[in-house]
């Protein structure tokens, strides 16, 4: 069992959580996920780490309540214990040899950005972090990623913050004014990535994003998280998730990311399973 050790409310839907796995601290590295189980009666679910503490052995996820899996698991309290909780899986991200980097976040992603800018910060490299957000009461994270970042920009989109527009206006500024980035590291929605690609492409800048497809096993087997990338199939959970974003087919990718909507939808309903022969009474 894994217990959880912190809970944090970052905003209405979406929570923080400590959990004690040593193992998987261990081995942890940006970029990488785990997949875990609430109980026996529930489905595998992959997050990506968010933070990890080695000497404290813990993992940190970060996650938003939008489906039956992670509204049970914000449900859950400090003291509380996860039946699975498996990685680290993945793989870590290729951060060496940088010297200025723009990392860029777009809601969600934030969190997903924050270990990749904490490490290249930590490794001595100049970091221009980028988030994005709907508005002001949706920002989280924003004193961990100005510890991990030389310059942290944060825009909403209705400007509720004092900052409107999108992270692609604040990164297109920053390129003009003279900023010569190594690399440019995109994490959010995949309309985001995919404009934030679709720029940088213009100036010749590499640029990775992470793939956050719908995941089964996370060991290649189901095929559930293929995405095409540079014209071949990859798989997110063994080949990524980070990948060369001008090479992926975000179109493909975002039709495919509708495909489940219904089925979600009914999760949430009053289901009975019937695996087991139950029947709607």
């Known amino acids: 069992m894994f217990r959880i050790v912190r809970k944090e409310v970052l905003n209405p839907s979406v929570k923080l959580m400590e959990i004690d796995s040593p193992y998987v601290a261990r081995k942890a590295e940006p970029g990488q996920f785990i997949i875990l189980r609430?109980?026996?009666?529930?489905?595998?679910?992959?997050?990506?780490?968010?933070?990890?503490?080695?000497?404290?052995?813990t993992v940190t996820i970060v996650f938003q309540e939008v489906g039956k899996t992670t509204k049970a698991l914000g449900a859950m309290n400090e003291g509380d214990s996860l039946l699975d909780f498996v990685g680290p899986l993945g793989v870590a991200s290729h951060l060496g040899g940088l010297k200025k980097v723009a990392v860029i976040g777009g809601g969600l992603g934030t969190a997903i950005a924050y270990p990749q800018a904490k490490k290249l910060h930590s490794m001595g490299v100049e970091v221009d972090s980028i988030v994005g957000f709907r508005n002001k009461d949706l920002i989280i994270l924003e004193k961990e990623m100005t510890a991990a970042s030389n310059r942290l920009?944060?825009?909403?989109?209705?400007?509720?913050?004092?900052?409107?527009?999108?992270?692609?206006?604040?990164?297109?500024?920053?390129?003009?004014?003279?900023?010569?980035?190594?690399?440019?590291?995109?994490?959010?929605?995949?309309?985001?990535?995919?404009?934030?690609?679709n720029l940088t492409r213009e100036y010749g800048i590499k640029t990775v994003v992470s793939m956050n497809p719908v995941m089964v096993d996370g060991t290649g087997m189901c095929g559930g998280c293929r995405v095409t990338v540079g014209g071949k199939t990859k798989f997110a959970c063994v080949d990524g998730p980070d990948f060369d974003g001008h090479e992926v087919d975000f179109d493909e990718a975002m039709r495919r990311q509708q495909m489940y909507k219904a089925e979600e939808k009914k999760s949430m309903d009053d289901h009975v399973c019937r695996l087991g022969g139950a029947t709607n009474a």
Do not use: H
């Open 38 to 57: 609430i109980d026996e009666d529930g489905e595998r679910i992959p997050l990506t780490i968010a933070d990890y503490d080695k000497e404290k052995g």
């Open 153 to 197: 920009f944060i825009t909403t989109d209705d400007g509720s913050n004092g900052n409107k527009g999108f992270v692609t206006d604040i990164l297109k500024k920053l390129i003009e004014e003279g900023n010569k980035y190594d690399m440019v590291i995109a994490i959010g929605p995949l309309i985001m990535m995919k404009v934030v690609s």
